[in-house]
């Protein structure tokens, strides 16, 4: 699968043909920082003035390589049809190469939070447990009352949350039994056919 | 056991049997029961056997007679307690009835009260859903299988109807949440034992 650019990114990107592959370089570096960090303007003028053209420049020369990056590693386009699809760029081979090597060092980690941008319901983080036995209350003494205090961790698109819940014996036996046919379920012929045949 | 002087008097007009005889005197003791552990609203005052009974005094009697079995309940009382509180105007027939009453719904009193009280959303049930996520807006070819997990809990600290806590977990994360319910439930059954 070749990525398709448009004349308008095919511009954008055109201006890393007129600097040292070393900067490009660290523009790559610069645009993988980014999507960890999430932009900085500070950076563009910096760099504009050093190099002597226009912040806009560099802003759509940095943006131009994340957008690269980002439709690729989405696509998981392998690392010849990646070398095809830079291609109509018309770089000189070295050039090619940087961004290659940008691409594959960094695909896993750019799909790590291209993943976490996608609709989902929070996460399960940790299970802490605490066993009590409930012994008096104001309206009741002399109880024997076993209960098990769950605190549920949860991750919700980075935010941490924690639900703290209770249950009784029985039911945690019950809880448990059931996620285990839940485990096994993905163990069956049906689940893994339907895992190896869509690839 | 400490009770009122109002508790007091009214179990006093309980006992005169000018009031209530051995007969109104059962029907009334279950009445006072049943309107403890029934979830229905009115108190079962109207019940035909007590009718010629002042109104006033049936409603003495009734909250005094409540209050006596929420405390011996709370108190776990045994036959002794509960008869050397009775008997100064109790005869023996009347501890009788009232002690077989209170023998045979103390069990049911005892776990309402035991629920009386701010405790964690209770968790009653799982439902579980597995997926496998082939793609999505931001990444493709995922491939990965995912459970959506959604805990049932009842009386919530809002006490409205029962809710569900759902979240998403991987193949591992579902093992890892299992493996530690499961050191829960090991530790629960030591304790038991020993």
């Given at each position: 699968m070749l990525l398709v650019l448009s004349d308008e990114h095919k511009e954008h990107l055109g201006f890393l043909h007129e600097v040292d592959p070393s900067v490009v370089g660290e523009f790559g570096r610069i645009a993988v920082e980014f999507l960890r960090k999430g932009s900085n303007p500070k950076i563009y003028e910096g760099a504009a003035r050093k190099l002597n053209v226009s912040a806009d420049t560099v802003q759509h020369g940095v943006e131009g390589l994340i957008y690269l990056l980002t439709e690729s590693s989405k696509l998981m386009i392998s690392e010849l049809d990646f070398q095809d699809s830079v291609?109509?760029?018309?770089?000189p081979a070295e050039l090619n190469e940087v961004l290659l090597q940008l691409y594959l060092d960094n695909r896993k980690e750019i799909r790590h939070i291209l993943s976490q941008l996608a609709p989902t319901l929070p996460q399960y983080h940790n299970l802490e447990w605490r066993l009590d036995v409930q012994l008096a209350s104001r309206t009741l003494r002399q109880q024997v009352k076993p209960t098990v205090t769950l605190k549920l961790h949860l991750d919700d698109s980075g935010t941490q949350s924690a639900r703290v819940l209770q249950t009784d014996p029985a039911t945690l036996l019950h809880l448990i039994a059931e996620l285990e046919r839940a485990l096994a379920e993905a163990k069956t012929n049906h689940c893994r056919r339907i895992m190896r045949n869509i690839k | 056991m400490e009770l009122s002087e109002s508790v007091q008097k009214g179990l006093q007009y309980l006992a005169d049997p000018v009031h209530f005889d051995l007969k109104t005197f059962t029907a009334f003791t279950e009445v006072a029961f049943q309107s403890l552990i029934?979830?229905?609203?009115?108190?079962?005052?109207?019940?035909p056997q007590l009718k010629d009974i002042d109104q006033t005094i049936l409603k003495h009697c009734h909250i005094a007679t409540t209050t006596f079995i929420l405390e011996s309940v709370k108190q776990n009382a045994d036959k002794s307690a509960i008869s050397s509180c009775l008997e100064d105007s109790f005869d023996t027939d009347r501890i009788d009835v009232f002690y077989s009453s209170y023998q045979h719904h103390k069990r049911t009193l005892e776990n309402l009260l035991e629920s009386i009280g701010r405790s964690p959303p209770h968790i009653t049930d799982v439902l579980w859903r597995l997926d496998y996520c082939i793609k999505n807006s931001h990444v493709h070819k995922v491939n990965q299988p995912s459970y959506l997990i959604s805990l049932h809990v009842e009386n919530d600290d809002s006490g409205g109807p029962p809710k569900e806590v759902n979240f998403n977990c991987t193949m591992e994360q579902l093992q890892d949440l299992v493996g530690k319910m499961k050191d829960a439930a090991k530790s629960l059954e030591k304790a038991t034992q020993s």
């Open positions: 291609l109509v760029l018309g770089f | 029934s979830s229905r609203s009115e108190c079962g005052l109207d019940d």
